[in-house]
């Protein structure tokens, strides 16, 4: 069996490795069935899946499982960003010639209209298909690659590739287009998550779900085609999760960061669409504990993940629905620890790292397995000489019925990874044709207090076009990143096309559009609503228009 296989087999796990360019080392210690490489940094590693899978949390670290990730959206635009005057050619004419934007998505139409030039040539001008398993031509391994020719052949010839079933792949790239037309594309269809990593997080088998490590090594093959074609790209990302600490130290979030300060390389990702959901719980131990209430509906699986400070020690006690009580349980280091509850069946996984490695905060993660329907309380104590805070997030909405949620819920600190990676240009959605916030946002700021989102772009109720340019009405913070990456297109264009600020990166990018941001309620008098920058609107509401205009006024 080659990687191809373990690719997509269910008798083999993958672990996301940081091993720092030091291969034999990496060999040597885990002893891979099988390895990947995507930079200098972080290697895949495949394995045989153990018997003990599901209780090997403790055993391992945390940061070796690849997250899982959901699409954020929701099952006159133009103008509001300020594309159409920057795009008419008395005024500067940019349109994104020259520059490459990275799809990282669920497919693409490649027939629609927005991707065909007049002509019949097509603006794509590589792709991977994660999905096919057949071919096993791609230089990671597993999938399909597709060179320009051969997608330019599939269009003349009618053949389908690259098929979007949700179209939401090709609704976000046509909406990035739309803002920069004369960009090109480079694709890449992911792959759904295993059913073993789904089972370990307890992610419904129907959910569109995406592995960490399907889409590092999405944005790796995304890196080597824009260093082949030797034009400026942006990324779009458009999924997220509730994993981890909301700190930007997943591998993901590390990965991006290191991008955006990359000559020629931005990353525009989705805030999220977590702000209502009531997945966010904030709190703090005062007295004996602090009850954290989970009310359970359809014996949903989930996750629930409790960070606090590393300067404090904390633990968890469980209050079942029908009166059964499990006492404080102890952290093991070798293997999970089980509960079995006598009453409503189930099973919880609770796993302790004191430190988690990435985030040096401490970690309590309960799994639990179809339990019972009601209200849980988990008894959450605290030790230590500093404040006994602690954050706590339950999965995405894609990945829970919306009837699970805490009773008391924080919509704060909600925003997705990797939407709080330092330079990606997070982006959260706005109504523009009444410049209401999408009730639906995620909320920042990150969990250690930097500000994101950085935007809002329209993402209500936006038109466009999804698979057989059938037109469809998209809301979400999803729609929203898209938009920004076509304005993110424009600058690079600007920059590079007219050999002006050659070594602009996605981080200065992302410092342009905040500074053209149009921020609603700072008029001055009554009107002083609010200041700048906020938790809901960031540093405001996209204006490639006005970016340009504050540079012209420097």
């Not at 909600?414 to 997070?426: K, R």
Request: charged fraction near 20%; include cysteine.
């Amino acid at each position: 069996m080659d990687i191809s296989d373990a690719a997509y087999s269910e008798d083999f796990v993958e672990y996301i490795i940081e091993y720092n360019g030091d291969r034999d080392s990496l060999k040597e210690y885990y002893r891979p069935y099988g390895m990947s490489v995507i930079d200098d940094r972080y290697a895949v590693a495949y394995q045989r899946i153990p018997d003990d899978y599901m209780e090997s949390f403790s055993r391992l670290e945390y940061y070796l499982f690849p997250r899982v990730y959901g699409l954020m959206d929701d099952v006159g635009a133009l103008e509001a960003i300020g594309a159409v005057n920057i795009q008419q050619e008395s005024i500067l004419g940019l349109t994104g010639a020259g520059v490459l934007i990275g799809i990282v998505d669920t497919g693409i139409d490649i027939f629609g209209s927005a991707f065909v030039e007049i002509g019949g040539r097509s603006k794509i001008l590589a792709a991977w298909d994660q999905t096919d398993r057949e071919a096993g031509n791609a230089a990671f391994g597993y999938g399909r690659e597709y060179s320009k020719e051969e997608i330019q052949a599939a269009v003349d010839s009618g053949q389908k590739i690259l098929t979007d079933a949700t179209g939401h792949g090709t609704f976000c790239a046509g909406t990035a287009l739309s803002a920069a037309p004369s960009s090109k594309l480079v694709v890449v269809k992911l792959k759904q998550a295993k059913e073993n990593l789904r089972r370990f997080y307890g992610i419904p088998a129907g959910a569109d779900a995406y592995s960490e490590i399907d889409i590092m090594m999405a944005v790796a093959y995304l890196l080597e085609q824009q260093k082949k074609l030797r034009m400026p790209m942006c990324i779009l990302m458009p999924m997220g999760t509730n994993s981890g600490s909301h700190t930007g130290a997943g591998a993901l979030d590390k990965y991006i960061n290191n991008i955006g300060e990359l000559r020629g390389l931005a990353v525009a990702v989705a805030g999220g669409n977590e702000g209502r959901a009531g997945h966010h719980y904030s709190g703090t131990v005062i007295g004996e504990y602090a009850a954290v209430e989970v009310d359970v509906a359809h014996n949903d699986s989930f996750t629930l993940e409790i960070w606090g400070p590393s300067t404090n020690t904390y633990s968890v006690a469980i209050e079942i629905p029908g009166g059964e009580f499990v006492e404080r349980i102890s952290p093991r280091y070798d293997k999970s620890s089980i509960v079995r509850p006598i009453f409503g069946g189930g099973m919880i996984y609770v796993d302790y790292f004191l430190v988690e490695d990435s985030a040096g905060q401490e970690l309590v993660m309960l799994r639990f397995v179809t339990p019972a329907n009601g209200i849980w309380r988990v008894r959450v104590y605290g030790i230590g000489s500093t404040e006994l805070s602690f954050n706590a997030w339950l999965p995405i909405s894609n990945f829970i019925s919306p009837d699970t949620r805490f009773v008391v819920s924080d919509p704060r600190i909600t925003i997705t990874s990797p939407g709080v990676a330092e330079t990606a240009i997070c982006t959260c959605a706005y109504d523009y044709t009444n410049g209401n916030l999408y009730i639906e946002n995620s909320r920042g700021y990150t969990a250690d207090k930097r500000v994101k989102p950085d935007l809002l772009a329209p993402g209500v109720h936006i038109s466009g076009a999804g698979s057989g340019d059938e037109t469809v009405i998209r809301s979400g913070t999803s729609v929203a990143a898209a938009y920004t990456a076509g304005c993110s297109a424009l600058l690079f264009e600007w920059s590079y096309g007219r050999k002006l600020v050659r070594n602009i990166n996605g981080n200065q990018i992302r410092r342009y559009l905040r500074r053209g941001a149009v921020r609603p309620g700072t008029a001055g008098g009554l009107l002083e609503i609010r200041e700048y920058p906020n938790p809901e609107w960031g540093y405001g509401l996209l204006n490639i228009y006005n970016t340009f205009e504050s540079l012209r006024n420097v």
